[in-house]
């Protein structure tokens, strides 16, 4: 199974903050990578999808770069409603298999 | 608008089966695969499989491989997903989750999801 490790598992961050989250694959994954946000209490949402599409809806805050291996999603200036838990995931190989997440708190 | 509405919470004893539904609409059934998640409590997601509503083809994470069924009616824009053995690791929050026809899967959009107990 292709392993997905992100860093940090949680953060503090306030609001206007720049934020990055990184999300390893444990092999080469080409770009199928994807980003949810879910904040406590409700269901996972598609932020971004191969590596840096954003998914209809979304602000434009939020960016995804990165290939191979290594990805990052990027939230430019957080806002309240961000403060959530971030996932990756990757759709190279089957299973596909999710980051353990990054809590993003308020500072 | 696209909408996954799924079954109510389930309470079941070990070794019991259950099985939820998501029922679609907003969209053409038979064009995007359905996929099932799950999520124990303050955990993370968990990939369960996939089903073709097109034609009912499935894939399994060999995890769930031996005990997981995945089904679908057309007639209703449903999807099925059975779950048999249970134990108390079982215990979390299952979601249907929509995912394009493709190599490139992801999930969108989710149902609320259906909170599965196990305990004796």
């Known amino acids: 199974d292709i392993q997905m490790t992100q860093s940090p598992s949680s953060l503090s961050a306030s609001v206007g903050d720049r934020v990055t989250i990184t999300c390893r694959a444990s092999?080469?994954?080409?770009?199928?990578l994807n980003w949810y946000q879910q904040t406590p209490g409700k269901v996972p949402k598609l932020l971004i999808y191969?590596?840096?599409s954003l998914q209809g809806g979304v602000p434009s805050r939020f960016s995804g770069s990165g290939s191979g291996t290594d990805f990052t999603l990027t939230i430019s200036r957080l806002q309240p409603e961000d403060f959530a838990t971030y996932y990756c995931?990757?759709?190279?190989?089957?299973?596909?298999?999710f980051g353990g997440g990054t809590k993003v708190e308020i500072k | 608008q696209v909408l996954l509405v799924q079954s109510g919470a389930e309470v079941k004893k070990p070794g019991a089966s259950v099985k939820v539904s998501c029922k679609a609409s907003?969209?053409?059934?038979?064009?995007?695969?359905m996929h099932w998640v799950r999520q124990a409590s303050g955990q993370g997601l968990e990939w369960m499989g996939i089903?073709?509503?097109?034609?009912?083809?499935?894939t399994y994470a060999q995890k769930f491989q031996a005990r997981v069924t995945m089904t679908r009616d057309t007639s209703t824009n449903t999807v099925y997903m059975e779950l048999s053995s249970l134990r108390s690791e079982d215990t979390a929050i299952y979601y249907c989750?929509?995912?394009?026809?493709?190599?490139?899967?992801?999930?969108?959009?989710w149902g609320q999801g259906t909170l599965v107990t196990v305990s004796s």
């Open positions: 989750a929509r995912g394009p026809y493709g190599s490139r899967r992801w999930f969108d959009p």
């Open positions: 907003g969209y053409t059934f038979t064009n995007y695969y």
């Open positions: 089903i073709n509503p097109s034609g009912g083809s499935t």
């Open positions: 092999q080469n994954i080409s770009t199928y």
């Open positions: 191969a590596v840096s």
């Open positions: 995931q990757q759709s190279y190989g089957a299973p596909l298999t």
